[in-house]
């Protein structure tokens, strides 16, 4: 769609080709357009005059004229230093929004434009996290599931977070536990600094950004093509309050996880005995501790063997019997007792 729009449609929010001036005027008009409707205009897509409507994906809604116009003039001053010709242009641009302002009234979505706003793309949403990094002064706080961190995920936001370093912000990362065996995530650090602190969770929530507590990026779907720009003061507080929960909660990176108190039993069979004590399915908790599905199911065999069940409804009468089946207890007695096995050592 990007190519077909680049040919047919090569021109910028200044002067919108005939469809696409039709197309946005009902939108403005109406609130919101099917996005079948845009299909033959995809530059209102490109141009960002349109995006998905975050109740319902299958409508677009347009980018009130005003900020449109704050756009154009935006541009026009930057470039009007280098492209005096383009100075008519923009200014006949924006007294056509402007009278398309002043002839419609307020949407009801138009409240909103600006708290919720969907980014359709990778290229959006990368110009939008830019845009965000370079208006932070203060604070970032994230949560960062999956595991561990390849190498390209930590090269693609480097950039921002050396930016960000350089102008004296703090950031706070939340990982999972299994992103300590990543030696990119530790390269990571080691570069940031003292401008970055890390902790880590057994498992934690999807992705998360937060910029001065003010913007918030979450995604819109499973694969990350799509992601939701909050600017709601009450929605971002709510988040904001999610993280601090469960920082709270989480280890910091150079502390060494807590014994499990049981001989022959790692942290995370711990958190996978009390994952399947739920009934949760392998992959579910692979997908929830950041592990692949053949690595939880190793775990699960070690766990088999070391309570001495032959099943799996064995396992879990065993998960339960030893105090698995929940958060870390704190030891109250020297010894615990594995059925069917030698007695292991609380420590």
Do not use: K
């Not at 138009?110 to 845009?131: C, F, H, N, T, Y």
């Not at 190498?151 to 703090?170: C, D, M, P, Q, Y």
């Not at 001989?263 to 908790?285: F, K, M, P, T």
């Not at 690595?295 to 030893?322: F, K, W």
Request: charge should be negative.
């Amino acid at each position: 769609m990007a190519g077909h729009g680049a040919e047919e449609h090569p021109h910028g929010a200044d002067r919108l080709c005939e469809a696409g001036d039709r197309v946005y005027s009902r939108a403005v008009r109406r609130g919101r357009v099917p996005r079948r409707d845009a299909e033959p205009v995809p530059c209102l897509l490109e141009l960002a005059l349109l995006h998905p409507d975050p109740d319902d994906m299958d409508w677009l809604v347009p980018t009130p004229p005003q900020e449109v116009m704050t756009r154009l003039l935006r541009g026009m001053y930057d470039e009007v230093s280098a492209s005096q010709r383009r100075v008519g242009s923009a200014v006949a641009a924006f007294e056509w929004y402007a009278g398309l302002g002043r002839r419609t009234q307020p949407a009801p979505w138009a409240s909103e434009g600006s708290a919720i706003r969907v980014l359709d793309g990778l290229a959006r949403i990368q110009a939008a996290m830019d845009e965000a990094t370079q208006a932070c002064t203060t604070e970032v706080l994230t949560v960062q599931p999956g595991g561990i961190r390849r190498e390209a995920e930590l090269s693609e936001g480097l950039h921002r977070a050396l930016a960000l370093r350089g102008r004296g912000v703090r950031m706070r990362d939340l990982y999972t536990h299994v992103a300590r065996h990543g030696q990119g995530l530790l390269n990571y650090l080691e570069l940031m600094g003292d401008a970055v602190e890390a902790r880590t969770l057994d498992e934690v929530i999807d992705r998360l950004i937060l910029f001065d507590r003010t913007v918030a990026f979450i995604p819109a779907n499973t694969d990350r093509t799509m992601a939701l720009e909050l600017r709601h003061p009450a929605i971002v507080e709510y988040l904001v309050t999610v993280f601090e929960r469960l920082w709270r909660l989480a280890i910091p990176l150079t502390a060494p996880l807590p014994d499990t108190g049981i001989e022959g039993i790692s942290h995370r069979e711990q958190s996978i005995a009390a994952l399947l004590a739920e009934g949760h399915q392998d992959a579910v908790i692979a997908e929830r501790l950041g592990i692949s599905v053949r690595t939880c199911r190793a775990h699960i065999a070690r766990l088999s063997e070391t309570l001495g069940a032959a099943s799996r409804t064995q396992l879990g009468v065993r998960i339960a019997q030893v105090g698995l089946d929940g958060p870390p207890r704190p030891a109250v007695s020297p010894t615990l007792s594995v059925p069917g096995q030698e007695s292991r050592t609380v420590r």
